[in-house]
């Protein structure tokens, strides 16, 4: 089994920083991307930023120059560094790993959700 944690987040005043962790952990022969979306209430789950096994990062543009992702391979956990936060942020944070793992003689890659992290930004 494969288990994709997140911890972070919380009440932040708007212009303040936050960082999110997600781990991953369980039955893992490699992780592909990782990276971080988010849902608004009353909004579609949007992407916030990607980084490769490679560390090759992509990022939204509503984030750009104030969000960092990061990752520590060795830790099966990847990072985002939230600066300058606006109310517009204020969302519920999902990690998302691209996972490889082995199923009986065949090794398959599996999309893996964590359950979500609440970010409120105040103004």
């Known amino acids: 089994q494969v288990q994709v944690v997140e911890s972070g987040g919380g009440l932040v005043q708007a212009g303040g920083s936050a960082r999110l962790s997600c781990q991953a952990s369980?039955?893992?022969?490699?992780?592909?991307?990782m990276g971080w979306y988010r849902q608004a209430p009353g909004k579609q789950r949007e992407l916030v930023a990607t980084?490769?096994?490679?560390?090759?990062?992509n990022y939204a543009d509503s984030v750009k120059g104030r969000f960092t992702i990061s990752r520590d391979n060795a830790k099966n956990t990847v990072y985002l560094q939230m600066n300058s936060l606006k109310p517009e942020d204020t969302a519920v944070y999902y990690c998302n790993a691209e996972i490889k793992r082995r199923v009986v003689q065949t090794i398959g890659t599996y999309a893996y959700w964590g359950q979500g992290t609440q970010v409120t930004v105040s103004s």
């Open positions: 369980g039955d893992i022969f490699a992780i592909n991307a």
């Open positions: 980084i490769t096994s490679g560390r090759t990062t």
